[in-house]
């Protein structure tokens, strides 16, 4: 029998969809690991600290959260209720998450301006 090698994005997508902290579910992403982790522990924890309603608190803890590890201009958007919504948005490459955990949707990102030349 001889063994394929696993194209290394395959092996990236199949980490990250199996990547949880608490029940989370990857959507989509193109954050390294190590952020994309930092952005699960960033929601598990605000899970831990503030009622499961409180989107407002859940939203401006993890922003500080990110503002804090690197640098200002994070974004964090959740939703209890619902799974549809409809966004457009610039960003700088590598710092886009959109997953799910527990009972909430977080979408997590670093704005640009729309003059900005990085997306």
């Given at each position: 029998?001889?063994w394929?090698?696993?194209p290394?994005?395959l ?6 969809k ?5 029940k989370?579910?990857i959507e989509?992403?193109d954050?390294p ?5 930092q952005?699960?522990a ?5 899970l831990d600290?503030y009622?499961?309603?409180?989107c407002i608190?859940?939203a401006?803890?993890?922003k500080k959260?990110?503002?804090k ?7 964090c958007v ?10 457009f948005?610039?960003h700088f490459?590598?710092t886009?998450i ?7 949707n977080?979408?997590i990102f670093?704005?640009?301006?729309s003059?900005?030349t990085?997306?």
């Amino acid at each position: 029998m001889r063994w394929k090698k696993v194209p290394k994005r395959l092996r990236e997508q199949k980490d990250q969809k199996e990547m949880q902290e608490g029940k989370a579910v990857i959507e989509d992403t193109d954050m390294p690991l190590k952020i994309l982790a930092q952005a699960l522990a960033s929601a598990s924890r605000a899970l831990d600290l503030y009622e499961v309603f409180d989107c407002i608190a859940f939203a401006a803890y993890i922003k500080k959260d990110f503002d804090k590890m690197h640098g200002p201009g994070w974004q964090c958007v959740d939703s209890v209720v619902g799974t549809n919504f409809s966004c457009f948005f610039n960003h700088f490459k590598g710092t886009f998450i959109y997953f799910a955990l527990e009972t909430l949707n977080f979408l997590i990102f670093k704005g640009i301006s729309s003059n900005s030349t990085s997306s």
